[in-house]
């Protein structure tokens, strides 16, 4: 049963990696991707739970302790006078202690930006615009669904003198997307994700493929109001074309997949899937989220007799120096 | 020149042109566009207006002329706010608070959009 668990996460984790996703419908594949970052948390949750709880009350590991750190680290076993386990549990619980750290920090550094963002529509908003946005300075064409609780639309002044109406209200209509799906939510918590799944490769690929696929939602949300794809393909490169550059490694972090989007806007039926693939997709998402949902609710049960379990034993002996 | 093109730069000319006059009517506004802007009375006029809609101007009623002003100054204007208030912010951080309309680009897709910009133009203005 837990090598089927096993075996069923790691592929629920590679899926999407192995798929060709660019042209599936976005709430599908940013589903798929989703999972992928879902299950790298548990794993890498579950590993840290492993090595902190399980590791420690081995057999083995009492003699590995002893043997190897009082010959690999005698200054730390006899002149500063730690336990040798001591020393042993300190290095289960460092993974533990690490994923705690990474995702606290992911945390704390989402909070602070969503309230400076906050704060500067409250102190630094120029007034109402279109559409209920709220207009912020900046020549540079702007347009962005802004917080994660309150989500509000700004858009620069800039973009407000640089943009025809049709691109305008495609733009809005696009940040409109954003905030009816909620994406703001679904990003801070795939980011979290990302935080504890770090330890598994793939998990920025991951981000970066879903935050691309949230963009192709919000896009197709803006579309279905109406909009016409060339307009929003142009106030895309507008936005791009008053945008300075950012660094190179800075750019492999965010960048969402921009030249995808706009052949999809321009050449829609160039980028239609066929009717079968498109719900074979859609099966194969609900049914990996579902598997996920299943993992996140049984894992934690499983942990926990597992460490009853362990209670009920006698603690192992401590080791003498 | 395509039609979005020149709404663009006609509505920046406008705002120019209203920072350096402080407030005024549509004729003294048209008069203040530099002579390859300077359009009919009514395209000015349509213009400003949408300027107005959009929350750039404010527009009320003298007597029998209708006088615009900035609602923003130029400094404002030209204000980078949004990006300073992020600057420090992580990339994670950044995309979960400020969803915006394009991630960031390096320099082979900035000229990679930019040949395709005009290709939309001419799409566009040929409609």
Known sequence: ?321 | MPLGKLQGDLQAQVMAAMWRLGAGNVEQVRSELPPRYRGAYTTVQTVLNRLVDRGLLARRKLENVVEYRPKLTEAEYLTHSIDRTLAGASSDARQAALAALIGRLDAGELSELQRLARDIERRRGSR
């Open chain 1, 1 to 321: 049963m837990s090598y089927a668990i096993a075996a069923g996460i790691a592929t629920g984790i590679a899926l999407p990696h192995l798929l060709r996703l660019e042209r599936a419908p976005p709430t599908s594949a940013a589903l798929l991707w989703f999972q992928s970052l879902a299950l790298r948390a548990l794993a890498s949750l579950f590993a840290a739970v492993y090595l902190l709880v399980y590791v420690p009350s081995a057999e083995p590991f009492h003699g590995l302790a002893h043997r190897c750190l009082h010959a690999a680290l005698p200054v730390l076993t006899e002149h500063l006078g730690l336990e040798t386990h001591d020393v042993g549990h300190l290095a289960t619980a460092l993974p533990a202690l690490l994923l705690g750290v990474s995702t606290l920090s992911v945390a704390i550094g989402i909070a602070r930006a969503a309230r400076s963002v906050r704060r500067l529509l409250t102190l630094n908003g120029l007034g109402p615009g279109p559409r209920g946005s709220v207009i912020v300075g900046g020549a540079d064409v702007v347009l962005a669904a802004a917080g994660i609780r309150r989500p509000t639309v700004v858009v620069s002044a800039g973009a407000l003198t640089a943009l025809d109406d049709d691109e305008l209200f495609a733009g809005l209509d696009h940040e409109n997307g954003h905030i009816a799906r909620r994406h703001g939510y679904v990003f801070a918590i795939a980011a979290l994700l990302r935080g504890l799944g770090r330890p598994i490769p793939g998990a920025r690929r991951a981000l970066r493929e879903l935050s691309f696929h949230l963009e192709r939602d919000a896009d197709r949300w803006a579309l279905a109001r109406h909009n016409d794809p060339s307009a929003l393909a142009s106030a895309i490169c507008k936005a791009a074309g008053t945008r300075e550059l950012e660094p190179a490694w800075l750019t492999g972090l965010a960048s969402a997949g921009v030249m995808q989007r706009l052949d999809q806007l321009l050449d829609p039926a160039q980028s239609a899937l066929k009717r079968a693939r498109r719900l074979a997709l859609n099966g194969l998402a609900v049914t990996m989220a579902v598997f996920a949902l299943a993992v996140t609710a049984v894992l934690p049960a499983t942990a926990a007799a597992g460490i009853e379990q362990l209670g009920t034993k006698t603690a192992p002996p401590h080791c003498e120096s």
